[in-house]
């Protein structure tokens, strides 16, 4: 990604190279890229974490400081675009993952080509490209490869998607990538239509909100609630909450979810109302 925004861009480009403070080695590695773009005649600035990703999902707290950080930095300097170097196996991994997990459509849509990210537009022009045909591309560079070790670190989840893709001949990462891409055209055009079925069954009423669900195939329903739900200020329902939700309303009956309460009117359309707060004793 170095190198061809170098060419195509010249000293326009910014590269930024993120410490989170998890390796020692981190240092030197950013020390060196620092090094190549001064040969390259372009800009560069490493961004060391202040707070190292807790013992949790290290690599998912990790990816967010990083983009969270890389975000603010241009942000403050008037730069609207971020490129990442995501290619096809990065997506094949990633759609193994969220298969794993149950992910619906929008998950399985994987990697996005581009994505607004806390006001800055990431754009990841190599995502079609294979990581080896990336490397054989790089060869005459005469640049060194940098090796994460915690690429081979069998504690996380993707090296265990990586291992498989590696040993299972009939898994083949560019056709994965390719799913990936026609599941992120289906999201769009289920994106496109819940849109519509909003602006015409939706309606904003005496502090809430009315929807008429009525015809409408289960997903936009879903897609219908979660947005109205977000409108009322509950933007972290989970799938699970969602699922229990819809049967309840099916049913005629009512629920709540995140100080939201939704309830299904005998006409067919659902209303949702701030719930109220709750009596604690003293």
Not at 192 to 202: L, N, V
Request: glycine share 12%; hydrophobic share 45%; proline share 5%.
């Amino acid at each position: 990604m170095l190198w061809l925004a170098a060419q195509a861009f010249g000293d326009r480009v910014t590269v930024l190279s993120v410490d989170h403070g998890l390796r020692p080695e981190a240092a030197a590695e950013c020390a060196t890229v620092a090094a190549l773009t001064d040969g390259l005649g372009v800009g560069h600035a490493t961004l060391t974490l202040a707070d190292r990703p807790g013992p949790g999902n290290i690599q998912a707290e990790a990816r967010d400081a990083r983009y969270a950080a890389m975000a603010g930095w241009c942000r403050d300097r008037g730069i609207g675009f971020l490129l990442t170097a995501h290619h096809a196996d990065d997506q094949a991994e990633t759609l193994l993952l969220r298969l794993a997990r149950g992910s619906g459509l929008g998950g399985l849509a994987g990697i996005r080509r581009a994505q607004r990210l806390q006001g800055i537009m990431v754009l990841r022009p190599l995502l079609e490209w294979r990581r080896a045909a990336l490397a054989d591309a790089m060869v005459p560079s005469g640049w060194a490869v940098a090796d994460d070790p915690s690429n081979h670190d069998p504690r996380f989840d993707r090296t265990q998607a990586r291992s498989l893709l590696a040993r299972e001949p009939f898994l083949k990462p560019g056709r994965l990538a390719s799913a990936a891409g026609f599941l992120a055209e289906a999201e769009d055009a289920l994106g496109w239509a819940a849109e519509r079925a909003w602006s015409s069954r939706a309606t904003t009423i005496d502090g809430g909100i009315l929807i008429d669900p009525e015809g409408l195939p289960a997903e936009l329903q879903r897609r219908l609630l979660l947005r109205g739900l977000a409108a009322l200020g509950h933007t972290a329902a989970s799938g699970p909450d969602i699922a229990r939700l819809l049967v309840r309303l099916a049913d005629g009956g009512s629920g709540t979810s995140g100080g939201v309460k939704v309830r299904a009117l005998g006409d067919g359309r659902w209303r949702l109302s701030a719930a109220p707060l709750r009596r604690t004793g003293v």
